[in-house]
């Protein structure tokens, strides 16, 4: 792949650093084609009713949920560029049986498949990350890896859409095969990275992180920060077309405004976040901004049609805004609290507030904000902000409980 075509913003140093850009590009193109087109796959080419495609892919990622720290732990234990790799093809392989399912079964089968393989290959991503870039360097290569991915997912969605337009069973396969070779290609990648050396130890401690009760918190107000997900694809169109007079064009607008902002923006908006310190400032500016972003959004209600235009425009800005210092705030404190030679596992706690939020989130917020209207959308921005506040006590007591493992810590095998 010819990386000077590409933006420097999405171009980190020559290195590992790199290859892990690629790697991310690689499968954000075919992940990206495979969301525009999965769901009407599913319904039309497959013949599953809506309901049923949603509760399995609800029980999908709850078992990716699940498994997230085991396969996380076992990144630490045996390696995190083995393991990535491994996690990286049953992604594609469980992709690729999405193509000959045809009943209910086979596909929630598929679905926890996928589901468990793709959150395993996050946290083994994670800890393979930490053990090839320096602390200080972790935030800003996320920050690329999040501009890389959001361009990766912007060329696949408009692949997808050429799948759409077409509407054939024949198109649907190919976008399916494609997100299956993506995963080939980035395992690919990912085996051109230096391993990184397992750390057992002498005495097994299971599950510890499910123990780190101070981590843990930090992890669950992760979690109600992180609601602000499903806000661009469901909860926005919906508050759209049934609560202004807003175009139904404009949720498109909304979101090439969120993916470009986040493409060119987010490395820079990482560039302060250095340190817990930094990273809690962070958090709380965004749960301040979040908090605006809400009522902006409420008072598009009852507004004429531009004024609504220009007032959800606006919210949807601040709401970027917030997601960029959120996601640069979370990521440094996610390493920073993690002990080391634990990464894998910890990333893999770290990580179900995405699968918790994108699964409990759609229905929760569709009450709170579309139905309840103004008073949900105030209690949404309260809620973030009294989280991102509290983020600081239980850092710190995640920050104190690591120095006491440290000082404690059991003794490795030589």
Avoid: K
């Avoid at 996380?72 to 995190?80: H, I």
């Avoid at 901004?289 to 902006?296: G, I, K, T, Y």
């Amino acid at each position: 792949m010819n990386t000077a075509a590409l933006p420097s913003r999405l171009v980190p140093p020559a290195g590992p650093q790199r290859v892990l850009a690629l790697a991310q590009l690689g499968n954000s193109v075919g992940d990206g084609a495979y969301y525009t087109t999965s769901a009407l796959y599913f319904t039309q080419v497959v013949g599953l009713a809506p309901a049923r495609v949603g509760l399995g892919l609800t029980v999908g990622w709850a078992v990716g949920a699940l498994v997230g720290v085991p396969l996380g732990r076992l990144a630490d234990r045996r390696g995190p560029r083995g393991t990535a790799v491994l996690l990286a093809l049953a992604t594609g392989l469980a992709v690729a049986s999405f193509m000959v399912v045809r009943g209910f079964v086979p596909f929630v089968l598929a679905a926890c498949a996928y589901a468990a393989a793709q959150s395993g290959l996050a946290a083994a991503r994670q800890a393979l990350l930490a053990g090839l870039v320096s602390a200080g360097e972790r935030t800003g290569l996320l920050a690329h890896l999040q501009s890389t991915l959001n361009a990766g997912l912007a060329v696949g969605a408009g692949l997808g859409g050429l799948a759409l337009q077409a509407g054939t069973r024949t198109a649907y396969l190919a976008v399916f095969a494609l997100d299956a070779v993506s995963f080939l290609v980035c395992a690919a990648l990912l085996l051109r990275l230096p391993s990184v050396t397992a750390v057992p130890r002498r005495r097994p401690e299971g599950l510890g992180v499910l123990r780190d009760r101070p981590y843990a918190a930090v992890a669950l107000l992760n979690t109600v920060l992180l609601l602000r997900l499903p806000l661009l694809s469901l909860v926005l169109p919906l508050w759209i077309t049934r609560r202004t007079d807003a175009p139904a064009w404009l949720v498109s607008a909304l979101f090439v405004l969120n993916t470009g902002a986040v493409m060119l923006f987010q490395v820079r908006a990482a560039r302060g976040v250095t340190g817990p310190a930094g990273a809690l400032r962070a958090v709380r500016r965004a749960g301040w901004v979040m908090l605006a972003a809400c009522v902006v959004f409420a008072l598009s209600a009852g507004a004429s049609l531009w004024v609504a235009v220009g007032v959800l425009v606006l919210g949807a800005v601040l709401q970027v805004v917030a997601e960029m210092g959120q996601s640069a705030g979370s990521w440094q404190l996610s390493f920073d609290l993690a002990p080391e030679g634990r990464v894998g596992e910890y990333q893999g706690l770290f990580g179900t507030g995405v699968t918790v939020a994108r699964t409990l989130g759609p229905l929760l917020l569709t009450t709170l904000l579309v139905e309840w209207g103004t008073p949900g959308w105030l209690l949404l921005g309260g809620a973030m902000l009294a989280a991102s506040y509290a983020m600081g006590p239980a850092a710190r007591r995640a920050a104190g409980r690591r120095v006491e493992a440290r000082v404690r810590q059991p003794e490795l095998v030589p």
